[in-house]
Antibody, heavy 121, light 108 residues
Framework: QVTLKESGPVLVKPTETLTLTCTVS??????????VSWIRQPPGKALEWLAH???????SYSTSLKSRLTISKDTSKSQVVLTMTNMDPVDTATYYC?????????????WGQGTLVTVSS | EIVMTQSPATLSVSPGERATLSCRAS??????LAWYQQKPGQAPRLLIY???TRATGIPARFSGSGSGTEFTLTISSLQSEDFAVYYC??????????FGQGTKLEIK
């Protein structure tokens, strides 16, 4: 059974760095062509893709947020970590992790439940 | 960067009727397009990939069509559980991997 679960702080202050963890089960992050993305959704708004990491450690980022994002993985712990620096109230959103399982040309077939992060002083 | 545009923003349809949702890409994405359904308080769920292939467990009343830049999601006979927000996303040429802005399907 494939599952993904996001964890991290519920509340962060402006200018702080956010660190989110996606813990996966039912598959291995080292499997060829496997990858995990982070996606966010401000309240009442659309989905926004943030970053992706493949099993070979290849990474990609949103153009507009690239300077603030870092994605990494720990295969032994089955975890993918996203850090976002210099948080602002506009970054308040539900953050999701999602899996692709057959390489570059694949949709997100499994999603985590999401974690709501509020940015406020 | 490829921009995905969905229309309409809101669609009001009666249960049992047919719903047609559109998605346009700013440049060709071949057939590498997915549709996701999102209900309030839930994560998105994959409905359609490859523009027209239903994901596992998706009912046959959901169908996708199109290629290149124009795509359509059709729900043949709306059930109460189908009222939700629907997003399209291209995965032909990325990063980035943008979603459309969504179509809210509401009960008429």
């Amino acid at each position: 059974q494939v599952t993904l679960k996001e964890s991290g702080p519920v509340l962060v202050k402006p200018t702080e760095t956010l660190t989110l963890t996606c813990t996966v089960s039912g598959f291995s992050l080292s499997n060829a062509r496997m990858g995990v993305s982070w996606i966010r959704q401000p309240p009442g708004k659309a989905l926004e893709w943030l970053a992706h990491i493949f099993s070979n450690d290849e990474k990609s980022y949103s153009t507009s947020l690239k300077s603030r994002l870092t994605i990494s993985k720990d295969t032994s712990k089955s975890q993918v970590v996203l850090t976002m620096t210099n948080m602002d109230p506009v970054d308040t959103a539900t953050y999701y992790c999602a899996r692709i399982s057959w390489g570059q040309l694949a949709p997100f077939d499994y999603w985590g439940q999401g974690t709501l992060v509020t940015v406020s002083s | 960067e490829i921009v995905m545009t969905q229309s309409p923003a809101t669609l009001s349809v009666s249960p049992g009727e047919r719903a047609t949702l559109s998605c346009r890409a700013s440049q060709s994405v071949s057939s590498n397009l997915a549709w996701y359904q999102q209900k309030p308080g839930q994560a998105p769920r994959l409905l359609i990939y490859g523009a027209s292939t239903r994901a596992t467990g998706i009912p046959a009343r959901f169908s996708g069509s199109g290629s290149g830049t124009e795509f359509t999601l059709t729900i043949s006979s709306l059930q109460s559980e189908d009222f939700a927000v629907y997003y399209c996303q291209q995965y032909n040429n990325w990063p980035p991997r943008p979603f459309g802005q969504g179509t809210k399907l509401e009960i008429k």
